[in-house]
C-alpha cells in the first residue's frame, strides 16, 4: 500500500519569512496529492491540492510542486503570517484512499 | 450552512463500555469515511462508505464498528474489543468515494477519552 512520510516534525520560522514542508510517496499510482491545515481542537480544512498531470500550482501564498519522477512533492507558504501556525499535513491518494503523513507543527514568530 | 457535523465534541467512557460517534453531513455526498488521529501522528482510516449500506474496513477497522443505513450518517461504534480507544476521531465526506480526485471534508472531530 501507499506509504507517505513528511518532513520536519516541526518548523518554527519568523514572521515575514518562507515556510517549506516536504513529502515523498511510494506508489506510483498514486494521482493526486492535497494539503490539510489543521487548526488545535478542529478537523482538517483543504487548503491546496494537486493532480499528477501538473507539476506546479499556486494560489497567493500557497504553492505546491509535484515530482512524480522522483515521488515527492512539497508545500511553499511565503510571507508567513501567525495565523499560518498550525500543523500541516500532506496526503496522497490512488482511486479515493487517501494517505497521510505524520504533519508539520508549523510556528509562525511574530 | 452545508457541512459535516460530528457530536458530541468530547466524550468521557468507562474501559469496557461501548459508545457510538456521531457523524452526519448535508453536503449530498456519497463517500464517507472515519478516521482516528493520535498526538505526533497522521489521519489513520478506521473504515469507509462508498454508498448507502455498503462499507470496507481502513488501516485499524480492529475495534470498531460502522453501519450507513442513510446517505446523510455514518455513525461509528468504538467496542470493548479497541484495545487503546482514547483519541481523536474525524468524520471525513467526498462526493463519491472512487473518483480519481478525491477531495475530502472533514468534520471538527470528536475527542473520546476512556477511564
Known amino acids: 500500500g501507499e506509504n507517505v512520510e513528511q518532513h520536519p516534525s516541526t518548523l518554527s520560522v519568523q514572521e515575514g519569512d518562507s515556510a517549506v514542508i516536504k513529502c515523498t510517496y511510494s506508489?506510483?499510482?498514486?494521482?493526486?496529492f492535497p494539503w490539510y491545515k489543521q487548526e488545535l481542537g478542529k478537523g482538517p480544512q483543504l487548503i491546496i491540492d494537486?493532480?499528477?498531470?501538473?507539476g506546479e500550482k499556486k494560489d497567493q501564498r500557497i504553492a505546491v510542486t509535484l515530482n512524480k519522477t522522483a515521488k515527492h512533492f512539497s508545500l511553499h507558504i511565503t510571507e508567513t503570517h501567525p495565523e499560518d501556525s498550525a500543523v500541516y499535513f500532506c496526503?496522497?491518494?490512488?482511486?479515493?484512499?487517501?494517505?497521510f503523513g505524520a504533519g508539520t507543527q508549523v510556528v509562525v514568530t511574530p | 450552512d452545508g457541512g459535516i457535523t460530528q457530536s458530541p465534541k468530547y466524550l468521557f467512557r468507562k474501559e469496557g463500555q461501548n459508545v457510538t460517534l456521531s457523524c452526519e453531513q448535508n453536503?449530498?455526498?456519497?463517500?464517507m469515511y472515519w478516521y482516528r488521529q493520535d498526538p505526533g501522528q497522521g489521519l489513520r482510516l478506521i473504515y469507509y462508505?462508498?454508498?448507502?449500506?455498503?462499507?470496507q474496513k481502513g488501516d485499524i477497522a480492529e475495534g470498531y464498528s460502522v453501519s450507513r443505513e442513510k446517505k446523510e450518517s455514518f455513525p461509528l461504534t468504538v467496542t470493548s474489543a479497541q484495545k487503546n480507544p482514547t483519541a481523536f476521531y474525524l468524520c471525513?465526506?467526498?462526493?463519491?468515494?472512487?473518483?480519481?480526485?478525491?477531495?475530502?471534508?472533514f468534520g471538527p472531530g470528536t475527542r473520546l477519552t476512556v477511564l
Open positions: 471525513a465526506s467526498s462526493i463519491d468515494g472512487g473518483g480519481t480526485y478525491n477531495e475530502q471534508f
Open positions: 496526503a496522497a491518494s490512488s482511486w479515493g484512499k487517501l494517505q
Open positions: 453536503l449530498n455526498h456519497d463517500a
Open positions: 462508505s462508498q454508498i448507502v449500506n455498503d462499507f
Open positions: 494537486i493532480r499528477s498531470n501538473v
Open positions: 506508489d506510483s499510482a498514486s494521482n493526486y
